[in-house]
């Protein structure tokens, strides 16, 4: 039996009618045949894209042909109706001409519309089929290296999600404190595994668990949130994740510029941000414009803190679309401590917050920080931040500068105020523009147009880059040789300056060799000068999708 219908043409006599009546079961083989299609496509473990689009042909050329057989029978109706009245007048020819057409077995108008109607409904229910096909399917991709596990529907997908980085590092040290000693060595920086995908539509998640860190921190959740996105462009999300504070803090740790953030950045993300911090956060974004509103708490698995701390955090930005690879954006964010974590048992807990930031390098398993406040007894804390960022084509800039201010406990003593900015810039050897992430309001990595190979002679991406920042924690710190003034704080001043060559192989796997110099001033209590230089060379291996 043939899958393809007969040649349809309207004409207006019962030897037609019959012809018709061919045709109609050449419609019908149509639909049996596609329903044989979907049946055994239905036995097969993994439908086909192509399959769908076959029988939806089929059905469309169907429905084409079932529109010409119902203009058909309105002629057909017409003209039995003119030919009755004729035959009234004539006395009776129609009564034969309706014997006729019994006689010679072409059906009747009553018949065709029902075979008609019969077909409608096989049309009906072969799209249910093919719509409940398209649901069903489970299409898998490897974008960038990436497992992905998606229904046709798009309703529902799981993606697997990995973020490894081998840091080494070797430390040239200089000038520096007595007992002071940075360790040279390597270490996992980050090793995040996890997943993420969408649910029923509107819903998406992510869950990775982070298995690096230096000696100091251990295995814990980086980012473990539940997003509902039914009302975009404005998504609610709930859970532990990287706060959306500026434009460095929101850059993903697998699209840093460098191994690590700017130390005023740095600071500010660890008040009430930084990966694993839980709160929730409402915010909304399009091709220009990204504004979040977050409420935080504690980090995963903090521990000494009785009563855990209340943060708001506020972040907008905006971008200015200049060309299709020429991008200036602007962008604000605050941050309010509403209160300090609370330390000690009781009514009156000690409530304390302390600033202090290392080079802009974790290798070293050791925490040692060069510049430290030490602890305040604090009520609120308040930060806020300017950024500027953009690109022209394969040139990339940005700059940003930050405040922190701290109210204290004690109204005798001035409240303390700090301050901090940074400036770095890029410039991609191979031509390609680093890409602009709505969807974080930041900047992303380069996308290799030759991705390395020795067969097609391809050399991946090349970055220059370069960084300075300055981090300065002094309030009212008095004179060299001169003890601490009653309200000052020593915490010191430290500027850094970086230098780094990127390499981009393709899309998921990624080199940074980066050397820094890092010179920081600081006095003691009695004023003795406790600061010192550094020097680091660090080289970090990536895998990410």
Known sequence: MSCEPEGSGAVLNTRTIGLRASALAGAAAIVLCAGSAMAQDGTAKHRHKHANEDVSARLARLEQLIAAQQEEIHRLRAQVGGNAQVAAQSG???????????????????ELEAEV????????????DIQEQRHSDVQVSFKNGRPTLKTAGGDFSLAARALVQYDSAYYAQGHLPAGTDFSSGSDFRRARLGFSGTLYKDWTYEFLYDLGGSGVEGSTIASAYLQYDGIAPVHLRIGAYPTPESFEDSTSAADLLFLERAQPVDLERSIAGSDGRQGATIFSYDDNYFAALS????????????????????????????????NFAVGADSTYVVRPADLTAGHEGLEQIRFRERPELNVDDQSIRLIDTGTINANHVWTWGLEATGNWHSLYGQGGYFHYDVDRRDSTLSNPNFDGWYMQASWVLTGEAK???????AYGSPSPTDEFSFDKFGWGAWELAGRYSVLDLDFDAGLPGMPTPLDGIRGGEQRIWTAGVNWYPNNAIRFLLDYQHTDASRLNSTGKDIGGRLDALSLRAQVSF
């Open 117 to 128: 109607q019969d077909l409608k409904r096989a049309q009906s229910a072969q799209y249910a």
């Open 295 to 326: 409420y935080t708490g504690g980090l995963v698995g903090e521990s000494g803190a009785f009563d855990e701390e209340q943060n708001l955090v506020g972040r907008a930005a905006y971008r200015f679309i200049l060309d299709d690879n020429v």
């Open 435 to 441: 890409p602009y992430r709505s969807e974080r309001g």
């Open 92 to 110: 009776g020819a129609t009564t034969g001409g309706e014997a006729q057409s019994s006689e010679t077995g072409a059906p009747n108008l009553q």
